[in-house]
């Protein structure tokens, strides 16, 4: 079945330092993968996405690559801020339109 | 933007009452879902529909029930609240493509 590894919390960064977090996944056929951003208190945003292979998905100065040949996905930030704290979490769709979630990674950016 | 509703966002409730949790989307999707989130944040699908008078359960075994009787509201039901149920409810929307839109969520506690 599909599943989705992520990079385990939590992770604390000072303000404008460089923020990787690490997805790999187990999926059959060719699933589209996710990136979604939970601030406290709030639902889950998407923050980015990528329907094929070597697709880069982007958006607030994030950014993750499809990559088949290592099935990974990691999200990058290269200077964060303190707004970027929340939770992140790696996703990945399958045939009958579910989707398969990590286990969520918080990231905390202090001043 | 995305246009899905939660209600409430907040419970507080004593054992063995009933309650329903709402759920609707102004955006016309097909498809709806509704998730558990545990205290360490990672997300069950409990329930889903592909359709109004479908619905199905999902990975996660559940006590509650759903209906889909319009596209736009998909409420979740418990019969008698236990301290158990006591979660984060996310309720995700979709159209043809697989990208899901969440909303607010609902904080239940069960006293």
């Known amino acids: 079945g599909n599943s989705v590894t992520q990079m385990e919390g939590p992770v604390t960064l000072s303000e404008e330092a460089f923020l990787t977090i690490n997805c790999t996944y187990t999926a059959t056929g060719y699933p589209s993968l996710f990136w979604y951003v939970q601030y406290p208190g709030e639902g889950l945003q998407l923050l980015l996405k990528?329907?094929?292979?070597?697709d880069k998905g982007s958006n607030k100065g994030f950014e993750a690559t499809y990559r088949k040949e290592t099935t990974s996905f990691h999200l990058e930030k290269g200077s964060v801020q303190v707004s970027d704290s929340a939770v992140y979490f790696c996703?990945?769709?399958?045939?009958?339109?579910?989707?398969?979630f990590g286990a969520g990674t918080t990231v905390t950016v202090r001043a | 933007e995305a246009d899905i509703y939660q209600t409430p966002r907040y419970l507080v409730i004593g054992t063995g009452k009933k309650i329903t949790l709402e759920c609707s989307q102004t955006m016309g999707h097909d498809k709806m879902y509704w998730y558990q989130q545990d205290p360490g944040m990672e997300l069950h699908l409990i329930h889903y529909?592909?359709?109004?008078?479908?619905?199905e359960k999902g990975d996660l075994s559940s006590e509650s029930t759903v209906s889909r009787i319009r596209t736009e509201h998909f409420p979740l039901t418990l019969e008698s609240a236990r301290p158990s149920h006591t979660s984060q409810y996310l309720c995700a929307s979709s159209s043809g493509t697989d990208t899901q839109y969440f909303g607010p969520g609902t904080r239940l506690t069960v006293l």
């Open positions: 529909s592909y359709g109004v008078n479908s619905t």
């Open positions: 990528a329907t094929k292979a070597d």
């Open positions: 996703a990945l769709s399958s045939n009958d339109y579910k989707l398969s």
